[in-house]
């Protein structure tokens, strides 16, 4: 359920709200503003502070009940004491999730001169903080069930110059709320004709222009690579084209790619059992361009934008593609398929080449691309690569805005020996090094022409752990690169 946002200003003490966050950095002292409000809760505000029950750390909170009147609640978050919008957003983050949990129903929150930036983040960590995924169990009963959060007010210095930055946070929250939608619900649910459906409720809702073309149409595009992942499949795999026209007429777009596997057995080059069932989440990279459509749309950048998703299932069947089949791509080169389980590369190689029709000005494929990028990097970082630097420093610093960190891996020539083969033009997998990069070489062979970067994210779309802010499952990431990426060349 979404979230209701509304922001106001005032005095904190008289909210009439069972919970009221107040975010405070490292070493805090009682603010000024707030002293009505310790007076209410007869100083336990400034007691705690001094103290040191609450010392304002990462992660830190602290929870008061009042003894009369105001805020039922008090629940102090620590927003550390680094960027503070970081800080802030990740306060925010935990209020939201503690707030779902006490069961409040709605918050009010304060923290120090909120600027936009701020702003922006702690609507962003609120209402994600809050998310949860729990529409596949069965109901709780109504008198036992404890109500999610549904609505937050924000107090600010200005309510008036507050709107832009409250749309903007709103936009992105409510966007990356689909991604993880889509890429919790399992393989058997979100199949591409779903995705394909999701694409079709974001652009009826925003008037973009959305096109799904299955099988016939690939084989009419001649798109023999992504068409020899989903050859054994009996569901129509889908390439899903979402077109927002928020810039000039005839101005290049960018593009967003998303690999779209609504699962990946691995094929006949069958993964190992355990922890298969985390491959639903090999959609995460079309989830993301999903959500970012969703965002960019409602934040009405101004800026032509096309979303296109190649999206299948790596199966098994006799119909499967074989280790050593020869298979031919749009662009006309031939692929050795050495290894069925590399695939992500074989399906956004014809996505790829299908992006020129665009003559986009910069491209950003996101991918759950290699088990690889979890090595190198772990669950932290994205895997950055491209084709023209200043392109990929502009998606560096995009990730960094918006909280995702990224770091780059070198793209040698000396590593596209490994990716030759004997009897095609290249094969679809490297040597038993390198692997994101030699994925990432694959990729380039395919986006020739076009300024592109290459996010793989297979360690950072989802998490197999509680991550304190977030529950198991997908992050969200990465919506607010491509957001921050697209809002960066906005008019
Ligand atoms: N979807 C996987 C990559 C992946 C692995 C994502 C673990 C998230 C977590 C991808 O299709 C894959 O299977 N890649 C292979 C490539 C290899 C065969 C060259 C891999 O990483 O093992
Ligand atoms: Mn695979
Ligand atoms: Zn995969």
Redesign the pocket.
Known sequence: MSIVFDVRAGDPARAATPLLVVALPSEPSTPRALAALDKRYGGALSRAIRRKDFQGGKDESLLLFSPDGGPERVLLVGTGSGDTVKGLTRAATLAGRKANGLGVGKLAFWAADLTDAALEGAVIGLSLGAWEFKELHTPVPAAKRRKPLTAVSLYVPNVRAAGHALTAGVAVAEGQRITRRLAMLPGNICTPEYLGRAARDIGKRHRLTVKVMGRRDMQRLKMGSFLAVAQATTQDPKLIVMEYKGGRRGEAPVALVGKG?CF?T?GV?L?PGPGME??KF?MGGAAGVLGAMEAIARMKLRINVVGLIGSTTNVIGSQAVKPGDVVRASNGKTIEIQ?T????RLVLADVLHYAKRYKPQAVIDAA?????C?IALGNVTVGVMGNDQATIDEALAAGRRGGELGWQLPMFEEYKELIKSDVADMRN?GGRGA?TITAALFLAEFAEGMNWVHLDV?GTAYSESDLVVMPKGPTGTPVRTFVEFVRGRAR
Not at 341 to 344: F, I, M, S, Y
Not at 368 to 372: I, K, N, Q, R, W
């Open positions: 596997l990946d691995g080059s993964k985390l491959m090999d290894n389980d590399a695939e992500g759950t691309l290699t088990g690889a979890v997998i692997g297979a």
